[in-house]
């Protein structure tokens, strides 16, 4: 398996463009009617096709962007006004929100545009997979050039929001862990000059990663995938041959996978000291061991019950997001063998899409202080009586 997959191109976590030359997807361009510089597009299945199909994807994509916004424009509005979340972890969590707002403002509303535009067009628009109403053109070196259009936009939204929210939560862990393990040195290490320092480094490095192929490369371009129905990287295709750079997308995977496992390192090693002070407690309470003078049942640093409960709910923010990242991983699995999988891409993307209205739910069910907020919040709008303001 040497090369790339043609147009199973997969946005931000994703863009692994996976195939082999000698799979049954080795397709050229005359084939499958592409010219010199277009990609090619699969054959059009179920997932795909059909008015009422169409229909139910407009009207989940419709509220999800819905969830999505408002889910997060309330969590935005309870650590901005209030004072308590004004700490280096609420500065985290308000930088994952953001991340969040920009797929339900920005990448969803396109999805939804463009298969209303599919529904009530016969012509295809110039960013659909294959289209030809846009055809590529050369520069003055040579190389093939397509004009800009929409997807060169929501594309890098999309993946580096979703590198953003990753990088994020990775940070997110590394904060409690300090918590947990380093409570006394907590406020020396953690401060928020250097949180904000770390977020913006976050964000511009995740942008910078997911316009990476249009930087290094002129051998992609962005287009709707009418099987993931988002903006995807794709190779252009040269005689039917696929670009010798097309394995930049490969950077994509590999952030993600390593992120996550580090987090996933961080979490084990967080709960494992955790669990081990809890039965240290848990002996001292019932007398069967000493207090060696520092309390905490040879413990003398131990972390507050705050930081405990925050590591836990930062535990369950990292498994809701492996648990959508999932079905991306299976699907990469599933190319390197050599299948497309045209209607589980669509769950598969869509499901992490999901992902960013469940950050708010996590808060709401954990987060005392963030359920206050919420309360204070709605109970703003309700002035009181004349009676009681005398």
Request: net charge positive; charged share 10%; with cysteine.
């Given at each position: ?33 592409v ?27 419709v ?22 979340s ?45 289209s ?50 380093r ?63 097309a ?5 994509f ?34 007398g ?5 003078g ?26 809701a997001?492996?648990?959508s ?34 950050n ?31």
């Open positions: 398996m040497t090369a790339l997959l043609p147009n199973v191109s997969v946005p931000g976590c994703t863009s692994v463009l996976l195939a082999t030359t000698d799979g049954p997807f080795n397709l050229t361009a005359a084939q499958a009617g010219g010199p510089g277009q990609s090619l597009a699969p054959l059009c299945t179920v997932c795909c096709c059909g008015f009422l199909n169409r229909t139910f994807a407009v009207v989940f994509m509220s999800l962007a819905f969830a999505i916004v408002v889910g997060n424009v309330v969590t935005l509005t309870v650590f901005v006004q209030t004072r308590q004004r700490t280096p972890q609420g500065y985290l969590k308000v930088s994952l929100a953001i991340a969040d707002m920009m797929v339900g403002v920005l990448v969803v509303p396109f999805s939804v545009y463009t298969e209303i535009s599919l529904m009530v067009t016969s012509a295809p628009p110039n960013w659909f997979q294959g030809s109403v846009s055809p590529a053109s050369s520069n003055s070196l040579g190389e093939i050039v397509r004009p800009w259009q929409p997807c060169m936009l929501i594309g890098p939204v999309f993946a580096g929001c979703t590198f953003v929210s990753i990088s994020t939560i990775f940070l997110m862990t590394l904060e409690r862990s300090v918590a947990i393990l409570p006394l040195h907590k406020d020396a290490l953690v401060t928020r000059r250097r949180t904000l320092f770390l977020i913006l480094l976050s964000w511009t490095a995740s942008f910078l990663l997911a316009l990476a192929p249009l930087i290094f490369s002129s051998n992609f371009t962005l287009e709707y995938n009418q099987c993931s129905r988002m903006c995807n990287y794709a190779p252009l295709l040269f005689r039917g041959q696929l670009p010798s750079d394995n930049i997308l490969l950077l995977p590999a952030f993600d996978f390593t992120l996550l496992g580090a987090t996933l390192a961080v979490n084990i090693v967080s709960f494992t000291s955790i669990r081990r002070y809890s039965q240290k407690r848990k002996l001292l309470s019932e069967s061991l000493h207090d060696g520092g309390g905490g049942g040879g413990c003398p640093h131990r972390p507050s019950f705050s930081d405990i409960k925050a590591a836990k709910t930062i535990g369950i923010l990292t498994f997001f492996t648990a990242f999932s079905p991306i991983a299976v699907f990469v699995l599933g190319n390197v063998v050599g299948y497309t999988w045209c209607n589980f891409s669509f769950f598969a993307f869509w499901i992490l899409t999901g992902n960013s209205c469940c708010v739910i996590i808060y709401s069910v954990r987060d005392h202080r963030f359920r206050k907020g919420v309360n204070l919040l709605f109970q703003r709008d309700q002035s009181p009586p004349h009676s009681e303001k005398t």
